[in-house]
T-cell receptor, first 112, second 112 residues
Framework: GDSVTQMEGPVTLSEEAFLTINCTYT??????LFWYVQYPGEGLQLLLK?????DKGSNKGFEATYRKETTSFHLEKGSVQVSDSAVYFCALSAFGFNKFYFGSGTKLNVKP | EAQVTQNPRYLITVTGKKLTVTCSQN?????MSWYRQDPGLGLRQIYY???????DKGDVPEGYKVSRKEKRNFPLILESPSPNQTSLYFCASSLAGEETQYFGPGTRLLVL
C-alpha cells in the first residue's frame, strides 16, 4: 500500500545552517506530495506541496522537488532560523485527495 | 476567523466509558477527516468524510465511529475506549478536490 518514510530525528542545527530532511514514498498512481509543519502545542500547517513530477513546492525559504524517478520529496532550506524549530511531516494524498499518508515526523531543533 | 475547533482539548477517561470528541469547521468545507498521532508513527487516518452522510474508513478505523449529519460537524465516537486508544487526535477539513487540509488544535486523550 501507499506509505511515506522520512528520516528519523531529532535534527539539531545551528542558526544559518543548511537543512535537508529526507522523504521517500511508495504509491500506486500519481500522488500529490506535501510537507506539513507542527509547532509545539499546535495542529499541523501546510508548508508546501507539489502535485506532479518535477514540480517544486516552496514557501518561507523551504523547498522540495517531486522526483518520480527516485520517489523522493526532500525538504531543504538554505539558512535555518531558531523560529524554524518544529516537527516536520512529509505526506502524500491518493484517491482524489481523500486518503492521506503521513511520515513519522522529524523534529528540528535550531540553536542560536 | 476561519478555523477548525475540537472539544475537549484534553480528556482522561476509563476503559469502556463511551466518549465523543467534537470537531467543527466554519469554512464550509465538504471534506473532513480524523487522525491519530502517536510517537514514531506520525499521523494515521482514522475516518474521512467527503460530504454530509458520506464517510469512509482510513487506515486505522477499528474501535472508532463517525457521523456527518451536518456539513460543519464531524464527531469522533469511541463506544468502548481501550488504553491502546490513548493518543493525540486531530481533525482536519478541506474543500472538495483541494489538497490543502486545515487542522484543528488537537485533543489529547488518556484512557486508563
Amino acid at each position: 500500500g501507499d506509505s511515506v518514510t522520512q528520516m528519523e530525528g531529532p535534527v539539531t542545527l545551528s542558526e544559518e545552517a543548511f537543512l535537508t530532511i529526507n522523504c521517500t514514498y511508495t504509491a500506486t498512481g500519481y500522488p500529490s506530495l506535501f510537507w506539513y509543519v507542527q509547532y509545539p502545542g499546535e495542529g499541523l500547517q501546510l508548508l508546501l506541496k507539489a502535485t506532479k513530477a518535477d514540480d517544486k513546492g516552496s514557501n518561507k525559504g523551504f523547498e522540495a522537488t517531486y522526483r518520480k524517478e527516485t520517489t523522493s520529496f526532500h525538504l531543504e532550506k538554505g539558512s535555518v532560523q531558531v523560529s524554524d524549530s518544529a516537527v516536520y511531516f512529509c505526506a502524500l494524498s491518493a484517491f482524489g485527495f481523500n486518503k492521506f499518508y503521513f511520515g513519522s515526523g522529524t523534529k528540528l531543533n535550531v540553536k542560536p | 476567523e476561519a478555523q477548525v475547533t475540537q472539544n475537549p482539548r484534553y480528556l482522561i477517561t476509563v476503559t469502556g466509558k463511551k466518549l465523543t470528541v467534537t470537531c467543527s469547521q466554519n469554512m464550509n468545507h465538504e471534506y473532513m477527516s480524523w487522525y491519530r498521532q502517536d510517537p514514531g508513527l506520525g499521523l494515521r487516518q482514522i475516518y474521512y468524510s467527503m460530504n454530509v452522510e458520506v464517510t469512509d474508513k482510513g487506515d486505522v478505523p477499528e474501535g472508532y465511529k463517525v457521523s456527518r449529519k451536518e456539513k460543519r460537524n464531524f464527531p469522533l465516537i469511541l463506544e468502548s475506549p481501550s488504553p491502546n486508544q490513548t493518543s493525540l487526535y486531530f481533525c482536519a477539513s478541506s474543500l472538495a478536490g483541494e489538497e490543502t487540509q486545515y487542522f484543528g488544535p488537537g485533543t489529547r486523550l488518556l484512557v486508563l
